[in-house]
């Protein structure tokens, strides 16, 4: 238990579907990402937030909307995906974005496009 | 651009020793070790900071070597919990938030 929880653990859905993926930190940190992490892919990097304000998009495509509403919660909108967007999609959170900094992983949410 | 990280994989025996590396080619202020059991998130392992600072689990080791630009994970006496896959992440260029992780290594204990 690292303290970061994310929901729904699996997701399926169509390309016309709209869903949305939470993350939510327990540990008071200020900086928190989202990640991409498909098969026999390395972990990248699709956002990154500090204190509610977005300071980083990994040239994401627009289907992919985040929100940090406050600095515990994490979303990330999905709309007309992709089956290549089938991947694990990791929170991350850490006191600060910098690169000192430990990085703390929720378990992930499964993604399946079909 | 992302680190290098080698070997790709590794099969060992419970107790024997392995290391995992780490290049980049660019100069680095950190290096971050994660293992990834399947179906897990990355656990955190260690942040091994250029002037020699460490932060991480007292049983892991690690190097950073500054000028060549690398890194190395020592696991010694290897037990069968050590499987997974091992990453690791730097900085990313420009200063920007985040890190860019490796491909990972692959490791195997085999009782």
């Known amino acids: 238990e690292t303290g970061v929880t994310q929901t729904p653990r699996h997701l399926v859905m169509g390309m016309t579907n709209k869903k949305s993926l939470k993350c939510e930190q327990h540990?008071?940190?200020?900086?928190m990402y989202w990640y991409k992490q498909s098969a026999k892919k390395p972990l990248e990097l699709m956002f990154v937030y500090n204190f509610k304000e977005q300071t980083e998009n990994n040239s994401v495509p627009s289907r992919f909307s985040p929100e940090c509403p406050n600095s515990s919660h994490l979303f990330l909108h999905l709309h007309t995906l992709q089956p290549e967007d089938s991947a694990l999609y990791l929170c991350?959170?850490?006191?600060?974005?910098?690169?000192?900094?430990?990085?703390?992983f929720g378990p992930g949410t499964r993604l399946l496009v079909l | 651009q992302q680190p290098v990280q080698s070997p790709q994989a590794v099969i060992l025996r419970e107790g024997e020793d392995a290391v995992i590396n780490c290049s980049s080619s660019?100069?680095?202020?950190?290096v971050h070790w994660y293992r990834q059991k399947h179906g897990e998130a990355p656990v955190f392992l260690m942040i091994l900071l250029k002037g020699g600072e460490q932060k991480g689990h007292e049983k892991i080791s690690a190097s950073f070597n500054e000028k060549k630009q690398q890194s190395s994970l020592y696991l010694t006496a290897s037990q069968l919990s050590y499987s997974g896959t091992y990453f690791c992440?730097?900085?990313?260029?420009?200063?920007?938030?985040?890190?860019?992780f490796g491909k990972g290594t692959h490791l195997i204990i085999q009782p």
């Open positions: 540990l008071g940190h200020n900086a």
């Open positions: 991350a959170s850490s006191p600060s974005p910098g690169p000192q900094e430990t990085q703390y």
């Open positions: 660019k100069a680095l202020y950190s």
């Open positions: 992440g730097t900085e990313r260029p420009g200063g920007a938030d985040g890190l860019t």
